[in-house]
């Protein structure tokens, strides 16, 4: 025999309506207070992002560091082979770097890496070198000096009629409106030191230029490929043959020693 008194089940359900109703409204009010917490911790990295993106260039310009001549003698141990221990190579078909200005060369260096300017050697040389080697190894060679070389004495009177004077009969500026009146070039426009640089690697770039290779595509680099055009092949020897000679007389105006 069971007791049940009367009325027992329906205030069971009761209760347990309640109950339910009290825990539903605990879970939604506990969600809703997670919500805005979570919401802000979801815009933290949203906000930091552009932060973060904004403050790349900065650490990218902070870690790049003037180039060091001492840290480069090391990284440009490699570059002797071809271009000599200090910049002056022995063999001419390579450009002597003596006395190149830093800009000039990381310029280079980077057209080689990137492939505007191609050359399968130095695509080699250029590919593992970080932005600070280059220019590392650009200030080395940049605090080294050009041996000074000779001119053929046959050549010299043409060669310098272009050097200094250009030929407006061919629309041919003069050489030195850019690369200076003794060769040394202007880095800040990234127009490079040619004096006393091998005859035999002048001509063969000339040449090349004149037969349309060109060192990448913005305008700085159709300068020479345009000039190169208008040269006939004994204005290219003549032209390259005094720039060998090229040197700095007494400190301030420019000579080409002749052979």
């Not at 080697?133 to 200030?139: K, P």
Request: proline share 6%.
């Amino acid at each position: 025999m069971s007791f049940r008194p009367a009325g027992f089940r329906p205030a069971v359900v009761g209760y347990a309506v309640a109950f339910v109703f009290a825990l539903s409204s605990s879970v939604v009010l506990a969600q809703e207070a997670k919500a805005p917490a979570a919401a802000a911790s979801a815009a933290q990295p949203a906000a930091a992002a552009p932060a973060a993106e904004a403050a790349k260039p900065a650490e990218a310009t902070a870690a790049l560091k003037p180039g060091d001549a001492a840290a480069g003698a090391g990284k440009a141990a490699a570059c002797g082979a071809c271009h000599g221990m200090d910049g002056n190579s022995s063999d001419a078909q390579y450009p002597k770097l003596a006395g190149q200005h830093e800009s000039y060369i990381v310029r280079q260096l980077t057209d080689f890496k990137s492939g505007k300017r191609q050359n399968p050697i130095m695509l080699g040389m250029s590919t593992p070198l970080s932005e600070q080697d280059m220019h590392d190894i650009g200030a080395y060679f940049a605090s080294k000096s050009a041996l000074p070389g000779v001119a053929d004495q046959a050549l010299v009177e043409r060669g310098e009629q272009l050097y200094r004077q250009g030929d407006t009969t061919k629309g041919v500026p003069a050489c030195m409106a850019c690369h200076s009146i003794d060769g040394r070039g202007n880095p800040g426009a990234m127009y490079p030191q040619l004096t006393s640089q091998h005859a035999q690697y002048i001509e063969a770039t000339l040449k090349s230029w004149h037969d349309g290779t060109t060192w990448g595509d913005d305008a700085h680099a159709q300068i020479m490929p345009g000039i190169a055009k208008k040269l006939d092949e004994k204005d290219i020897t003549a032209i390259a043959s005094y720039i060998e000679g090229l040197h700095a007389a007494d400190g301030a105006s420019g000579a080409s020693a002749a052979k």
